[in-house]
């Protein structure tokens, strides 16, 4: 697709602000934050033969127009700059590493929660072993007078989830006492390490929160007792649910009803793993249609010449692209350097 250079330029402004804000953007925001040295008329304009091009749209009734994944597509492959991590944060990645790390589940843990933490997305990795299922987290949230919402997520990533009915009497207080508790008595243990004397000890702490407990440790026991040779580690779904794209309720089932199936990740996954750099996924270009409002960024790593898996991330498809492609870059060659250290190790 031929486009001018100030077609250019607003899209990328439009991309870029829309990004930052996730505000629908008018024209005078254009002329009065990008000084492309035009008027807001004739940014109009310009928004108009975007619009009729596909690569801008107008969502519902809102004066300002966002970019459509044709419009993601035009700025990745086109106009989108690479950025370069700042020395703070590759220092920050390098000592994540420098911690001893005893297997290939520490390493894609560690690559997952970094790439969480540095993006504010998820992290998605693929790889051919992780480990033992033990607990990381769980959060009770309040989605009506008688509904929560039970998040479960293991240290390998999978997450759990149900809706379960909750007395009018409790509080958002309460759920966040009984979240509280509980990731304080269970973090880093496995169903194994689970005895009746905790329980006990939860229980005790717990006493008003009976009934919903319950249903909160029906959740912790499936998700530890699951197989634990998981293929696909997920860090940072919280990051995901953050996002104002899923502010919606009915969004935010689908999406942890599609996060939990680890079958349905590596089919997405596997379209990537015998490409080579890095991939970009924009909304409905991912093969699974339920997540249109989601794009990834995939790497693959390799050990010995041979590719052994894919890390990445998973965000709405207002990512931040020229970062999220720096990071996973970045992550994905020492991912590679550690893979080889860890192999050497073992051989001496």
């Known amino acids: 697709m031929k486009m001018d250079k100030r077609k250019q330029q607003v899209l990328m402004a439009l991309i870029q602000d829309y990004i930052s804000t996730a505000e629908p953007v008018g024209s005078r925001t254009i002329a009065r934050k990008y000084k492309l040295g035009v008027s807001p008329a004739t940014i109009r304009n310009e928004m108009a033969d975007l619009e009729e091009m596909g690569l ?3 969502p519902h009734t809102s004066a300002g127009r966002v970019p459509s994944d044709q419009g993601y597509r035009f700025y990745v492959d086109n106009l989108m700059k690479r950025e370069e991590l700042s020395i703070e ?3 920050v990645i390098q000592k994540s590493y420098e911690t001893k790390l005893k297997d290939v589940g520490n390493i894609i843990q560690r ?3 970094m790439i969480s933490q540095l993006t504010n997305y998820a992290a998605v990795v693929m790889t051919t072993h992780i480990g033992e299922v033990s607990f990381k987290h769980i959060q009770l949230v309040r ?3 008688k509904r929560a919402l039970v998040v479960l997520v293991t240290e390998t990533g999978a997450v759990h989830h149900r809706m379960i009915d909750i007395p009018e009497s409790i509080s958002v207080a309460d759920l966040e006492t009984i979240s509280s508790v509980l990731n304080k008595k269970l973090q880093g243990r496995t169903i194994g390490d689970i005895r009746t004397t905790l329980f006990n000890e939860i229980y005790f702490e717990l006493t008003k929160q009976k009934q919903i407990l319950n249903k909160a440790l029906e959740l912790v026991r499936e998700g530890l007792t699951m197989e634990s040779e998981d293929k696909i580690y997920l860090g940072g779904v919280f990051n995901i649910l953050s996002q104002p794209e899923f502010n919606d309720v009915e969004k935010i089932k689908t999406l942890l009803s599609l996060l939990e199936q680890e079958a349905l990740l590596s089919d997405m996954m596997s379209g990537f793993h015998q490409s080579n750099g ?3 996924r924009i909304g409905g270009e991912l093969s699974n249609k ?6 990834m960024v995939i790497g693959n790593y390799s050990l010995g010449g ?4 894919s890390i990445g991330i998973l965000g709405p498809t207002r990512m931040d692209y020229a970062r999220a492609v720096t990071i996973v870059d970045y992550m994905t060659n020492n991912l590679c350097l550690v893979m080889r250290r860890l192999i050497r190790g073992r051989s001496k």
């Open 143 to 145: 989605m009506s007078e």
């Open 111 to 113: 690559t997952g929660d």
């Open 278 to 280: 890095i991939t970009v």
């Open 56 to 58: 801008i749209e107008q």
């Open 290 to 295: 339920q997540m249109r409002d989601c794009s």
């Open 89 to 91: 944060e590759e220092n």
């Open 306 to 309: 041979n590719q052994i898996g």
